[in-house]
């Protein structure tokens, strides 16, 4: 088991910043590789960003590009996504999630999960 913990959430203004941080306990965090993933209310879960288990591979969502980074630290079992300016349309609850292979951008083919934090844009 992997238990996934996401924190960083909260209200900003368009054009803000936010940085989510996802800390990773139980079994040995470097063989999964880590996506975010946001859901808007009514909508469907959707992939934002994803990072290779070593580090070297990112992935994102075409509309975040350029704005949101995923980084991932081995040693301190923890991933990030540092998400700069921002947009009303951002507005979701983002997850972390686990998934041991390479990255994926299903949301069915990851193993563990986190509860969720909730980032609001405010226009």
């Known amino acids: 088991q992997v238990q996934l913990v996401e924190s960083g959430g909260g209200l900003v203004q368009a054009g803000g910043s936010l940085r989510l941080s996802c800390a990773a306990s139980?079994?040995?965090?470097?063989?999964?590789?880590m996506g975010w993933f946001r859901q808007a209310p009514g909508k469907e879960r959707e992939f934002v960003a994803g990072?290779?288990?070593?580090?070297?591979?990112?992935y994102y969502e075409d509309s975040v590009k350029g704005r949101f980074t995923i980084s991932r630290d081995n040693a301190k079992n923890t991933v990030s996504l540092q998400m700069n300016s921002l947009k009303p349309e951002d507005t979701a609850v983002y997850y972390c999630?686990?998934?041991?292979?390479?990255?994926?951008?299903?949301?069915?083919?990851?193993?563990?999960w986190g509860q969720g934090t909730q980032v609001t844009v405010s226009s």
């Open positions: 999630a686990a998934v041991r292979g390479p990255v994926s951008r299903e949301s069915r083919d990851y193993d563990y």
């Open positions: 139980g079994r040995t965090f470097m063989p999964y590789s």
């Open positions: 990072i290779r288990w070593d580090g070297h591979i990112t």
